[in-house]
């Protein structure tokens, strides 16, 4: 039962990252002087979900790797990083901690005056969930039969 929800977390994460690697080769800073049109911003709505839902992939992959590798979460993010930075599965624990921040700005705030450094930051640690991906499949390819 704990390898399925391991291999359907694996699934989901790689669904979400799919999703958000298309967004992100789309990717045009933000330019806050411009007066964009509805089209114009659906493109940075989307790829504003995408990263949400990428953050959320990847987090409750790591919380369900962790039940699947030591049978027990961690009560904290940071626990829970700093397991996975052992494994080698992520670049720095706190580049994490400012991808759930970074997360917890995209999902709760709307402040135009920010948008242009939230999509730029957006960019850049989605950039980092894609390299720590390729970590991230070779571990699952080596440590279960998911792939």
């Known amino acids: 039962m704990q390898k399925?929800?391991?291999?359907?977390?694996?699934?989901?994460?790689e669904n979400s990252l799919k999703l958000l690697e298309y967004s992100l080769s789309k990717y045009?800073?933000?330019?806050p002087t411009v007066v964009y049109n509805?089209?114009?911003?659906?493109?940075?709505d989307s790829l504003s979900f995408r990263f949400e839902k990428a953050v959320?992939?990847?987090?409750y992959f790591f919380k369900t790797l962790e039940i699947y590798l030591y049978g027990e979460?961690?009560?904290t993010y940071r626990k829970m990083l700093q397991r996975m930075e052992k494994?080698?599965?992520i670049k720095n624990?706190?580049?994490?901690?400012?991808?759930?921040i970074l997360r917890n700005k995209v999902v709760h705030a709307y402040l135009p005056e920010k948008l242009e450094e939230i999509y730029s930051n957006v960019k850049q640690f989605g950039d980092i969930l894609l390299e720590d991906f390729i970590k991230i499949k070779k571990?699952?390819?080596e440590e279960t039969s998911c792939l």
């Open 38 to 44: 509805f089209e114009d911003l659906e493109y940075y």
């Open 139 to 141: 571990f699952i390819k």
């Open 93 to 100: 624990l706190e580049i994490y901690m400012e991808i759930k």
């Open 56 to 59: 959320e992939a990847i987090f």
């Open 4 to 13: 399925n929800l391991i291999c359907q977390a694996y699934k989901d994460l």
């Open 73 to 75: 979460s961690s009560d």
């Open 87 to 89: 494994l080698n599965l």
């Open 28 to 31: 045009e800073p933000f330019d």
